[in-house]
């Protein structure tokens, strides 16, 4: 799956089924990212290839379930010497210490079991890695929402049937709730049937980029 998820999932299945061409996720990406940056749930790095950080040699963190994900996604943006951590965001992170500027979590949330209420344990397992001002983002592929059509209805239905998503239960109204529970300055767009959002830590200023 890793072999084909840039040009199949990224590529078609986002901009002509979920209707959120992976363009506009990089400018999610591009927006939020900082200096020192966590990814839950990598893939195949290819967000994390292609965005901007705001410098020249950021400090990447990787945590991911997955051994062939981490591996993947590390060899691919080997040039920033990443950091790989297995585990699961259900779990407290074991990432010691580290503080981060910003968490990038992108189509994500749709992947894991339960409820938006449950799946916002991943939020406050972050939540003690975020410095002062760190910026949480990401996307999420939205179960219930009036844009969905019948192809779109179709592969989610078929995709929760499986196990792969675990969305059927997931609305915007609820991620956003969950996010203004914790955060600041929260943002929530929708792109087709996905779910775009960025959150500020309540405490201290942004970090500068
Ligand atoms: C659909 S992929 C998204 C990949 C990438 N972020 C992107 O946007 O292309 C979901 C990722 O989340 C990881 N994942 C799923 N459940 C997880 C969990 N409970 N803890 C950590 N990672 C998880 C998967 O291994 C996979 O890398």
Known sequence: MLAVYDWLVLGLVCRWVWRCPRSTMLAHYNAQVGARHLDLGPGTGW???K???????????????????????????ERYRPVVRIGDVFEPLDLGAAQFDSVGMNLLLHCLPGSIREKAAVFDNVTPHLR???????????????RHNA????????????NSFGNS????????????????EVRIARSGVVCLFSARHPRGAAPAH
């Open 51 to 77: 965005c901007r950080f705001p410098t020249a040699t950021p400090s990447i963190t990787l945590l991911d379930l997955s051994d062939a994900v981490l591996a993947t996604a590390a060899k691919r943006i």
């Open 151 to 162: 192809v779109s209805a179709a592969l989610q239905g078929r995709l929760n049937r499986r």
């Open 47 to 49: 967000f994390l290839d």
């Open 169 to 184: 239960a997931d609305r915007i109204e609820d991620i956003a709730g969950e996010l203004e529970a914790r955060f600041a």
């Open 132 to 146: 002062a001002g760190a910026r949480i983002f990401g996307s999420t592929i939205l179960g219930i929402d009036d």
